[in-house]
């Protein structure tokens, strides 16, 4: 049987090391989820050159990205790889926002949370990490985004089953932390800092602060 994990345990060993992350970096709200979309196979270097191309061509906003010509949006799109198929998965986005999204905040979000996280899955593009990065994210919703590097670093310093469903792995963060969304964004940006600076693919080094401070 597996030994209980203290989440915050791991939280306050990550603070301790990284301090806070300000992540996601974004100046509005339909940027971040823009940006959700379009980090999709690729790191977050690329996506902030494809969206500096969206500033400056003019065309970050939801009625600019669909009014647009398909080629205009994707040369704008082309640092972030895929860009016909994100071109496509953008205008989706695009879509389910204009008619879901009023003043920053889900039109329908008294239904609650599960109803809006269908509505996003039921866009064409849109899986589970996207969803819930945009819940998050960009309307800080409290829940829990999954990712490789979680995934990675739950099994190797924690021993969690490597091929753990997304919704397993994300039940146990829902009910080994407090329902904060403040919380779970720092905490998830915290795993992506890790995982790039210590938890790597292919090796752990030394300095990792969940070898010194967890074991």
């Known amino acids: 049987m597996r030994k209980k994990i203290n989440l915050i ?22 940027e971040v989820c823009a940006g959700a979309v379009l980090t999709q196979n690729t790191n977050w270097t690329n996506v902030e050159k494809a969206i500096a191309n969206l500033k400056r061509m003019n065309l970050l906003e939801p009625e600019k990205i669909l009014s647009s ?21 953008l205008r989706n986005m695009t879509k389910w926002w204009i008619e879901n999204v009023r003043d920053n905040r889900p039109t329908r979000i008294a239904e609650g949370e599960n109803f809006v996280r269908n509505s996003l899955l039921s866009v064409n593009g849109v899986g589970h990490e996207t969803a819930d990065s945009i819940l998050l994210y960009s309307f800080e919703i409290p829940v829990f985004v999954i990712d490789a590097y979680t995934k990675r670093i739950m099994h190797r310093h924690f021993g969690i089953e490597p ?21 779970f964004n720092e905490f998830h940006a915290l795993f992506v800092r890790i995982a790039k600076d210590h938890c790597r693919k292919n090796i752990c080094t030394d300095e990792c602060p969940l070898k010194v401070n967890i074991h």
């Open 9 to 30: 345990k791991i939280y306050e060993a990550l603070f301790s090391k990284y301090g806070p992350q300000h992540w996601w970096p974004g100046d509005s709200p339909w």
């Open 163 to 183: 091929r753990i469903s997304y919704h397993d792995l994300q039940t146990l963060f829902h009910q080994g932390l407090p329902k904060d969304a403040k919380l």
């Open 69 to 89: 010509k398909k080629e205009k949006l994707e040369e704008a799109l082309k640092p972030s790889g895929y860009f016909r198929i994100k071109a496509e998965r």
